[in-house]
Structure formats: structure tokens, C-alpha cells
């Protein structure tokens, strides 16, 4: 029997290579700015609040994947950066994940290849 990821795991798996790329494509920045950026580049597919944001930048601060920066400003607000590991990090789990997509769309094409309607001959 094949061993499988529950879904929430591997949803926080998927979030976590979101605020990697995000960073490393937008520059550093603080978790609410960054909730507010996935919340629009995914139109609401992905709930992201600070909440749910600054855990992920905690595992991947712990993990060597982001640094923070000190504190400023009057709410404290702290700015994280993707490190040289977290952009190795990125690259592997893009890597893992494509032969999943590329193997979604051949089903996707064949599905549509096989449900494509026929024209009736004139």
C-alpha cells in the first residue's frame, strides 16, 4: 500500500513554496505584506492571513529558508528574506512537484481528446 501525505500537510507544503517564491520574485518583506500578495495573485484560493502566514516564515526561518530582520517601526514589524538555501529549497520542491503538474495535463489533454464532440459529416 502506497503511504500518502494527508492533504493538510501537504497544502502547508505548497503555502510554504508560495512565500518562498514570493519573496525571492517580490524582495523582502513583512508577513502581512506577503499574506496580502498571496491572497491577491491566487484570487482568494488561498486564505492567507497573518495567521497562517507567519507560522510558515517561523518553520522556514528555523529551517534556514528565510532570515528576519529586526524589528522597526511602532507594531514591530519584523522583514523577511529569502536566504541562499530557501532558493535551493524553492528549486527542489519546484522540481518535485512538475512531474505532478506535467502528468495532471497529459490527463487534462486526454481528457479533452477523448470527450472533444464529433462533427456529424455533411
Do not use: C, W
Request: aromatic share 8%.
Amino acid at each position: 500500500m502506497i503511504e500518502r501525505e494527508p492533504l493538510e500537510r501537504h497544502a502547508l507544503k505548497v503555502y510554504s513554496l508560495f512565500v518562498l517564491y514570493f519573496l525571492l520574485t517580490e524582495g523582502p518583506m513583512s508577513g502581512y505584506e506577503l499574506a496580502q500578495l498571496i491572497k491577491e495573485r491566487s484570487r482568494g484560493h488561498f486564505r492567507a492571513t497573518a495567521g497562517n502566514v507567519y507560522p510558515r516564515l517561523h518553520e522556514l526561518k528555523e529551517a534556514g529558508d528565510v532570515s528576519a530582520g529586526e524589528p522597526t517601526g511602532g507594531r514591530e514589524k519584523i522583514v523577511y528574506e529569502i536566504t541562499e538555501q530557501g532558493k535551493q529549497t524553492l528549486r527542489e520542491g519546484a522540481l518535485k512537484r512538475r512531474q505532478h503538474i506535467e502528468n495532471l495535463l497529459k490527463m487534462i489533454d486526454h481528457v479533452l481528446t477523448i470527450t472533444a464532440p464529433t462533427k456529424p459529416f455533411s
